[in-house]
């Protein structure tokens, strides 16, 4: 069994789900927002754990898509959640 630690992908996604908990520390957007953001962040270093614990090829596979299309779900999240950000901003200083 492979320490799921020890990869790369791994550290990138455990900072990620750092970096997006501090950025959305101070943003006032709703709860439910912030949190499916979390949850689907925190599921990728969850997926890549279990992972870890495969011995089967086609397993470790089968996980590693499951990371790839949450990771493009997240995206499409950050983009959201930016765009609703900026929109906020802008009603708050008059211009909308």
Excluded: H, W
């Excluded at 925190?42 to 499951?66: R, W, Y």
């Amino acid at each position: 069994m492979q320490n799921f630690k020890n990869l790369k992908v791994y550290e990138e996604a455990f900072q990620l789900s750092k970096d997006i908990f501090e950025f959305m520390e101070d943003k006032r957007m709703s709860l439910r927002a912030k949190e499916q953001l979390l949850a689907s962040v925190s599921s990728i270093c969850a997926n890549l754990a279990e992972m870890g614990a495969f011995d089967s090829i086609p397993a470790k596979k089968q996980k590693v898509n499951v990371c790839n299309r949450r990771s493009k779900r997240d995206r499409i999240l950050v983009r959201l959640m930016l765009l609703i950000e900026s929109y906020t901003t802008k009603r708050a200083f008059g211009f909308y």
